[in-house]
């Protein structure tokens, strides 16, 4: 509204009936209705502050002080609530608290629930002072769908999935990190890379190698592409999958003895692109592996051992020759993945639904507070720790049923001729 246009609508005001008149009426209802509403929000934090004061002595999150009366207690103090939603309120920490007292695994739930909500997030602001921000339900309870989205260079971050603060984290596979992902049958591991591979196929200086026992992650759905001839499916010839792995151990090798004078690492490029080793069901090759016939004495190296020795390889050296593992298993027993030291060459780890000791074996003893919720994780709910960041829950995306992924790839699949 111009200063005119205002002016105008202020004079129509008087002439149509001075005192008296609609907008008079209006306005006083208007002022009214405002008053109301801040007595109703005063009341509300009144009300609040009772119940978090209440709520905090009884989960002890308070001081006791001795006084002349007797012992009395001490909450942390409460400053501006807005009613939401969602409920927010800032808080006075008390000396010798810390934000995550108050979303601890103990208190967190139980003070949420207190206050009306599902889970409650703290915000750091300045000093001692903190916003809690009480959520209304799950903020993972909601899929979200992968549009088909393709990165085109390594380099670009895929979406991995989104955080209980509703950020979307993404990952480059130019990234130094190795992705290690576990979870139990049906948890979502499978439709978790459909979206992350389905991404990366586009990119020309990124090539998806790798073994798949299962023959659905990779195989059939990557025909006509260039990553197709880098895959080995089936269980068929088991021993394919050792040479496989062997032939991108020797292609490392020729890139680390490559490596331009002066660098420390080989920069990808579509010439030598960043080659993602995709090992779906790693432990169920390693045992179909293990239960072929054994060669004899002096005739040769187990397949078995071969696919450790080529993948432990690919995991300690692969990062400065642009080589990424991205390994899948139920669980990431080390004896299952070929030994603690190939397990901790993970820096990225992601565990959807698992039992709490395979949450705290690949996420370390942080993640031990989630381990009885997560056992019972909805498919797509997964913990994710590395890279600077602390071990958090997030939802992946999902890219919808297997038709889906397969025409994606025929769609943005790197075509064989480029
Ligand atoms: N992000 C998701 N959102 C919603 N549903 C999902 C999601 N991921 C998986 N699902 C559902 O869960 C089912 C099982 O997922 P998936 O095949 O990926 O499990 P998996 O962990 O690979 O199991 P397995 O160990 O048997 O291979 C899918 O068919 C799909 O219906
Ligand atoms: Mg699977």
Not at 201 to 213: E, T
Request: hydrophobic fraction near 40%; charge should be neutral.
């Amino acid at each position: 509204m111009t200063a005119l246009e205002r002016l105008d609508h202020t004079h129509s005001g008087y002439r149509s009936g001075g005192a008296r008149s609609p907008g008079f009426l209006s306005r006083l209802r208007e002022r009214r209705a405002q008053r109301d509403y801040e007595a109703s929000v005063i009341a509300f934090a009144n009300a609040l502050r009772g119940e978090f004061r209440e709520a905090c002595s009884g989960l002890g999150i308070c001081h006791y002080v001795q006084v002349a009366a007797g012992i009395t207690i001490r909450t942390p103090r409460i400053g501006e609530v807005r009613p939401g939603p969602p409920l927010r309120f800032t808080v006075e920490l008390l000396p010798g608290q810390e934000p995550a007292d108050f979303t601890s695994k103990q208190n967190g739930p139980r003070l949420a629930h207190t206050l009306g909500g599902h889970g409650l997030r703290v915000e750091p602001l300045a000093g001692r002072w903190v916003r809690l921000v009480v959520l209304g339900h799950d903020p993972l309870a909601d899929g979200f769908g992968l549009p088909a989205l393709t990165v085109a260079s390594g380099a670009e971050a895929v979406i991995l999935g989104r955080t209980e603060d509703g950020i979307t984290l993404g990952h480059a596979v130019t990234d130094p990190a190795h992705l290690g992902v576990q979870g139990q049958n049906g948890s979502g591991k499978s439709a978790f890379c459909y979206g992350l591979l389905s991404q990366l196929a586009a990119a020309p200086d990124v090539l998806v190698a790798g073994s798949d026992i299962t023959g659905l992650l990779l195989g059939r759905a990557w025909d006509d592409t260039a990553h197709r001839p880098h895959q080995v499916v089936g269980t068929a010839d088991i021993a394919a999958h050792a040479v496989l792995l062997e032939d991108l151990v020797a292609e490392m090798d020729r890139r680390l003895a490559t490596i331009p004078a002066r660098r420390d690492k080989i920069e990808p490029s579509m010439g030598t692109p960043t080659v993602l080793v995709v090992l779906e069901e790693f432990p169920g090759l390693l045992r179909a592996a293990d239960g072929l016939p054994k060669p004899k004495r002096g005739e040769g190296v187990p397949v078995g051992d071969r696919i450790r020795s080529a993948v432990l390889r690919l995991l300690s050296e692969g990062r400065k020759a642009a080589f990424r593992v991205l390994m899948l298993a139920q669980r990431f027993e080390a004896t299952a993945v070929g030994g603690g030291y190939a397990r901790d060459q993970f820096a990225l780890r992601l565990s959807f639904r698992v039992p709490a000791d395979s949450l705290e074996m690949l996420h370390g003893t942080d993640a031990r507070r989630f381990g009885q919720e997560h056992a019972n994780a909805d498919p797509g709910i997964a913990y994710l720790s590395g890279l600077g960041r602390d071990c958090e829950r997030l939802r992946v995306p999902y890219l919808g049923d297997y038709a889906e992924y397969c025409d994606r790839l025929a769609t943005h699949g790197r075509p064989a001729h480029r």
